[in-house]
């Protein structure tokens, strides 16, 4: 067997070991995505359960929650505070869950999950306090999604 013979199975089966490498690389990158979008959907559920768990687990709570959701200038000092950062806390959440299902490249109908709640929120007289007063305080972006839905709740014009 001659030099030349000897390199040319060399490169072979090193474009081979190559070949290989790519083929298992796509595969754990694949699992990798998956595994990501898993933990994507697990946190925003968590994140959520926690926000509703707090609100159904204390009577209280739940109490100014409604009493909030109706009326939230009828609600006192202290529970208008209560009141603001429950609701900002259901806003981060929400936030949070819209911007990780877009990261992650999870389909449509999780955030379509998300922008329901949203409406939810908004749709009442404390959800509708709560975004005038302080939609400042969240990215541009979600504000762009909020303010759109808001828009067609209220019939107004999406802000800029």
């Given amino acids: 067997m001659n ?4 390199g040319a199975v060399g490169e072979t089966v090193g474009a081979l070991a ?16 998956k ?15 926690r926000i509703r768990e707090v ?6 709570v739940a109490n100014m929650y409604r009493r909030g959701n109706e009326d939230p200038a009828g609600l ?3 529970d208008t505070i209560r009141y ?9 959440a ?13 389909s449509e109908n999780r955030s379509n999950f998300e922008l329901s709640t949203l409406s939810r929120v908004l749709e009442s007289a404390g959800g509708r306090w709560f975004w005038d007063t ?25 802000r800029k």
């Avoid at 595994?35 to 359960?49: E, H, I, R």
């Avoid at 305080?137 to 014009?157: H, K, M, N, P």
Wanted: no cysteine; net charge negative.
């Fill in 84 to 92: 603001r950062l429950l609701v900002h806390n259901v806003m981060l």
């Fill in 134 to 158: 302080y939609r400042h305080e969240f990215e541009d972006s979600f504000q762009a999604i909020v303010d759109d839905l808001y828009a067609g709740i209220y019939d107004e014009e999406p």
């Fill in 35 to 49: 595994s990501v979008q898993a933990a994507a959907v697990d946190s925003a559920n968590s994140q959520v359960s």
């Fill in 18 to 33: 190559v070949l290989v490498t790519l083929v298992y690389l796509s595969i754990q990158i694949r699992q990798n995505t």
């Fill in 94 to 106: 929400l936030s949070n869950s819209i911007t990780q299902a877009s990261v992650a490249g999870l």
């Fill in 55 to 60: 609100i159904f687990s204390d009577a209280g």
């Fill in 76 to 78: 006192g000092q202290d």
């Fill in 3 to 6: 030099w030349e013979a000897i």
